[in-house]
Nanobody, 125 residues
Framework: QVQLAESGGGLVQAGGSLRLSCAASGRTVSTYTMGWFRQVPGKEREFVAVDTWSRGDTYYTDSVKGRFTISRDNAKNTVYLQMNSLKPEDTAIYYC??????????????????WGQGTQVTVSS
């Protein structure tokens, strides 16, 4: 089993930055593909970013490319999402997930076996 816990969300002004953290226990994150997704009420959970374990490749949804960066600290068993130049459209609950798979299939929610509880990000104009 893998347990995931997100933190770092909050209220920020447009143009500001936040760094989300996803702390893992049970297994080291270095053995899993780790992804970030976000969800707003009434909408499907949306892919944001992924760091694939199988090849070490990273992928981002177009709307965050150049603004967000996913990274790992294996010593702390933690995955991060650095969020810069935040926009009101980024407002959502952000979730991290762990997957046994790699490649582009990790852009979809059903590729993930484990999820955290989420952390709220609110960006004001």
């Amino acid at each position: 089993q893998v347990q995931l816990a997100e933190s770092g969300g909050g209220l920020v002004q447009a143009g500001g930055s936040l760094r989300l953290s996803c702390a893992a226990s049970g297994r080291t994150v270095s053995t899993y593909t780790m992804g970030w997704f976000r969800q707003v009420p009434g909408k499907e959970r949306e892919f944001v970013a992924v760091d694939t374990w199988s090849r070490g490749d990273t992928y981002y949804t177009d709307s965050v490319k150049g603004r967000f960066t996913i990274s790992r600290d294996n010593a702390k068993n933690t995955v991060y999402l650095q969020m810069n130049s935040l926009k009101p459209e980024d407002t959502a609950i952000y979730y991290c997930g762990a997957s046994r798979y790699g490649g582009t299939s990790t852009k979809v929610t059903h590729a993930y076996e484990y999820w955290g509880q989420g952390t709220q990000v609110t960006v004001s104009s």
